[in-house]
Structure formats: structure tokens, C-alpha cells
């Protein structure tokens, strides 16, 4: 069984959500200079974009032919990165994140049962976002919520309590995906210049939040919390997890709802997609990362179709491994 | 040879500035609440404060009894954590930063030939930066610029320029050191709650401003360019050489000036300090991560003295290999 955790339905025109908005929102659209939230980092067809041979994922059909039936997966997760986070009105935000929603239920799911989807919510207004986990969270095709990993705060402080919440009363993954919106720094240092630093730096972002929700008590808190960090790369973790546990010994008198080192948490709770890997040129350092991270239940295996990344699983891995992370590991952490 | 990159003096109380501040800024500090950037993160003899059997480094006969003398070391670099980059007043900043520079010279460097020292100098004014480097640069005893690693830019910004310029006047590394209190974010999902953010957070804030070195062409310009990283781990360094070495090839048309992959410019430029080591439970893992280093020439021992640290160089690591640690690397780096 093969599950692919991570596929990109491209971010819809707005056009295609006037259906799925109230009258209101429509003529608001229809008669003002906002058109949704359309800022994307993938220009159309930009080699960063589209995969060799690889189509945008504007439909089901694209989905079908070139993931599901081409690649042989049996089940995908679809996540559409609409940037709500990026709009500060919060009825706006809550009203566009809904139109995705039944958008994606309306056009994905229920025409096509091997997908599934991550909900898009208002993150800025946490009380929002929870209304829509309750207004959705119980249709059997959403699997997580969608999290923007870039955020005003880090998602482990407790004004972002009502979206765990939310997830835990419908048994719901907390995905963090690459990206975000929120206005401030992308670094802890100020604001880079160049796109190659936001991006890489991603990373960093993506090691903040593992702390902080494991530090601010999260899964303490939620103990059915799960949660998948996505597109944000892996290889970082083994060394994130070494210094977090060294230093959780002299500061823990800090926090002291953690009942267990740092990494116990990242390893019960926590998986990552496969995609972007980060890969060494030695082939042996990669295995050696992939034993570093002291179990093989912690990535899941992703496409992250359409977009481009030419690294794959070692070819000596153990074949047991490689069904974990093809599948297995998906299977059992989304109980799909 | 031993060398220790990195001892650090306990920060001085006003009164021991005076003599080194002109008839100003004594009136200042005698007839204002202000005495100097004395917060620290460091608690009186607190358990992270002091090693074991430690004494703070107060003097230098401390430095001699406990460090030099005390465990053979042949030089070491004194480092001293004066805050004055949370000074707003930027002449304020540089008046101290001058009084500090001079502290050291008459009470550190002058007494013991076998101490070095970094230049601390006002971040907040670059320009200002630049003339402290000027007026004291050719001492000696100073090998490295200090520059807090949290900054309100990243250091590749061009408005840090003119320090980079200076240092180059006078052939000095520019470290990056642990701390700074900037007033921004130390991440980049904006203020953690806890100090065990902060502390293990500073690693990311490290790799932020590895990247903007590099991407920004600071190496380029400036082709005698060497960088320390002092205090913020190493064993994330494969894990960023790994991604920003692959997401250079798709993105390096914004960055033209790069002549060489990102992972030439860390390994024929920069250099870390080993101390602290975040060390994986298994002494093999730490092997393998100096493996993926591709090089035995970046790292660079420290004590990191008085401050508490457990871990040590791995027994089976390869005699060659600790002799550049313990001192060939810093020799040929510093040109000591």
C-alpha cells in the first residue's frame, strides 16, 4: 500500500470558489479589487514549479492520471496552500478558508474516494479557525488541519489552544506545512533579502515550532495530538534532537508539564514527509541520518507533486523500512 | 598546542569601566540610573553558570589558575558578553563598547601573553562599529570581532558592510557568538514563552546567519573573510550544507555573485567552536556527523569556561584529527 502524504492542488482562481462563497462575499469580490488570496511562490510552469512531465493539479482528473493510476499510489492527501493567514480580515480569512473547504469536499473528495485533504483555516483568529474544524472536521476525507508553519507565534503558545482543540474533539492530525504569510520575520535575525534564504530557512522555521509545542506542554495537553510536519525537510532532526534533550535536562524545572524527554514526544507524536530530503552526496550518510533519527516510523513518503525534487530512498534500504515509509507509517499514524 | 577559542570573562560591573570612560560618561553613569549592559543570562554562581570546580572568570588569575595553567592550555581567546547591542543610545553603545575594549587590553591582554581577545563593538551603528575596530584593531591581542548572532538584519545585509570592511582593514576573523538582545524576534514565528526556546533556539538563528553570509556574496567581497561561529552547536551544520547546496542549484540566479556551492564558502571560510557539542546518546553518531563535516579543519576546541558542559571528543577519534581540533585549526585560522 502506498500512500502519498503530500500532492498540491493548485490554489484555485477565485472564480472557482464564487460557488462555494455566500452572497455577500461574492458581489464583494465582484466589486472590489480583492480577488482572494492569489500570492503564490510557483510562478505558472517555472521549472521549480512543475516536475518534469509533471501537469499543475488544477483537477481530480490530474490527480488521477498523473499520482493515483500513474504512480500507482493508493491514497493521497491533497493539500490546497490557500494563504489565508496572509488576509487580516478575519471574516474575510474565515469566509475564503471555508469556500476552500467545501471546494475541495465538492470537487476532491467526493468525486474521488482514494484522496483525502488537510483543512484550511483562519490562523490568525484561532476561535475562527476552531469554528470551521467543528463546521467540517467530522467529513471522512479530512485528515489533519493545515497549519502554515510560519506563524505570528509559535503554534506550541496557548493562544493557539482552541485549534488543538478543535482538532482533538475530531480526532484530527495538526499538519504544519512550508509557507506562510503571518507579516513578520521569516528568521530570527530580521528579514533576509532573498528568496533563496526564505526558503532554505524554512528548516529553521519548522525546528522552532517542534520546540515550542513540545515545550509550551502541547502534547501534554492534547494527549491524542499528532502532529505532521510537512515539506519542511528532516535531516535537521537528529541534531534538533540532541540538543533539546541535553538542554530539557538544565531547564526543565522551566516546563515542568513534559513528563518525558523531547525527542519521546517527536517520536510518539511527531512524523515528517519524505519530500524535500535534504540529501547528502554520500548515499551512507543519508542511512546514517535515517538511523540517527532512532526509529523507522517517523517519515512518510511524499511526492509533493507537482513540484520538482530528484532525490530518492536509498537504494540499500531494508525492504521492511521501505514499506513503512511508503505506506505503513501513514496508514497507522492518519488511521487511514 | 592548545588552544581555547573560547573562555569567557565574567561581564565587569560599571565601576570597573570608569576608568576607561572619559570625565562624560562618568557623570553620566554617577548621576543616572544607567550602569552599563549589565543584564546577563548567567545567574551568579548558578548551576548553568559554573562548572563544577570553576571559578568565575573574574580576573586574570583566574584565567591563569584555572584555564592556562590549570589544563595546559597555550593560549586561550577571551570572550566577554557586554551587551552593548542593547543599547539604543548609539554613542552611549560605543563609549562602553570602547571602555570594554580597553578593560581588556590593560587588565587581560597586556598582564598574560598567552590570552587573546574579540573586539566588542556597537552592531546597532555600523559606521560606529567600524571606527572601534579602527582605533584598537591592530592590537596584538585581538584576533576576531564579536558580533552577537541575533541581529535585526542578518548580517549579510549590506548595511553591515562597513564592519565587514573594517575587519578586512585589519585582517580579523568576525565571530558570531551566542546571545545579543537586538529587540526583535529570536525566531522566525515571532517571541517564544520559555528560555529553553530561546537557548536551544539560538542553533537556527546561527544557521540564518550562515546563510545570508554566503548568500549575500560577504564572502565574495570580501575574499579574506573568515568567520567563527562561537557557542551554537555544529552538529546541524551537514543538514544545512546538504539543503542549501541543493536548493542553490535551482535559485542561484538570484545570487550571481556565488562563484562556488555554499558548502566551499563554510568549509574554506568558516570554522565552529566545539563546545557546546549536542552530542547523540551514541558516540558513533557523533563520528559520523564529523564524517559528513567533509573536512577535520572546521572545528575548533573550546571550553567554553566557566560555563557547564559534559560532553567530550569521541575516545576512538583519529589522533590527527584531535590535534587539529585541540589547537592546529585555530593556529592556521587566527594565524597565532
Known sequence: MIVDCDIHAATPPVDALLPYLSDHWQEYIRTSAFKGAVDTAYPPRAPTTLAPGAEPLTSVDVARTHVL????????????????????????????????????????LEPEPRLRASIVVPTRVPELAAAEIDRIGDHPGFVQVLLPVRSEAPYGNRRYVPIFDAAARHDLVVSLQFGGAPGNPPTGAGWPSYYIEEYVGMA????????????????????GLRVALVEGGWTWLPSLMWRIDKDWKGLRREVPWNTQPPSAYIRERMRLTLQPMDAPPKAGHLLQVMDALGSDELLLYSSDYPHFHDSQLPDDLPEATRRKILGDNARRFYRL
Chains 1, 2 share one sequence.
Do not use: K
Not at 493539500?79 to 478575519?90: R, T
Open 69 to 108: 493510476d500513474g504512480r500507482d499510489v493508493d491514497l493521497a492527501i491533497v493539500n490546497c496552500n490557500y494563504g489565508v493567514d496572509g488576509l487580516h480580515n478575519p471574516d474575510t480569512a474565515a469566509a475564503m478558508a471555508a469556500a476552500v473547504n467545501d471546494w475541495l469536499i465538492a470537487e476532491w
Open 204 to 223: 529553521q522555521v519548522f525546528q522552532t515550532q517542534v520546540l515550542s509545542l513540545i515545550v509550551e506542554g502541547s502534547f501534554d495537553r492534547f494527549p
